[in-house]
């Protein structure tokens, strides 16, 4: 079946740095879009970042030039790299792949935990 577990959560000062990554199994990786999303304590799951089967990327506003998605299909792994944290990006993260085609299935992970503060 299909799995995507997700590493690199914590806590961090604002400013500081973190990568998230999450390896999935169970599917082509490589024919899938990735994203990540996250979701803050009381409020809905948001798109954070996504990157195509391509490699194009996008990114929510409140994170460009702050974060970057990347992907590995050799290592079926998709990660975060989250630059400058602030409080405000303290949520649960949560790793996505979407299959390809028209209304293609969404996978989730599980989620990790980022907290920024001192």
């Known amino acids: 079946q299909v799995q995507l577990v997700e590493f690199g959560g914590g806590l961090v000062q604002p400013g500081g740095s973190l990568r998230l990554s999450c390896l999935a199994s169970g599917i082509i990786f490589k024919r899938y879009a990735m994203g990540w999303y996250r979701q803050a304590p009381g409020k809905q799951r948001v798109l954070v970042a996504t990157i195509g089967s391509s490699d194009t990327a996008t990114y929510a506003d409140f994170v460009k030039g702050r974060f970057t998605i990347s992907r590995d299909n050799a290592k079926n792994t998709v990660y975060l790299r989250m630059n400058s944290l602030k409080p405000d990006d303290t949520a649960v993260y949560y790793c996505?792949?979407?299959?390809?085609?028209?209304?293609?299935?969404?996978?989730w992970g599980q989620g990790t935990q980022v907290t920024v503060s001192l």
């Open positions: 996505n792949a979407r299959a390809p085609g028209y209304g293609g299935t969404d996978y």
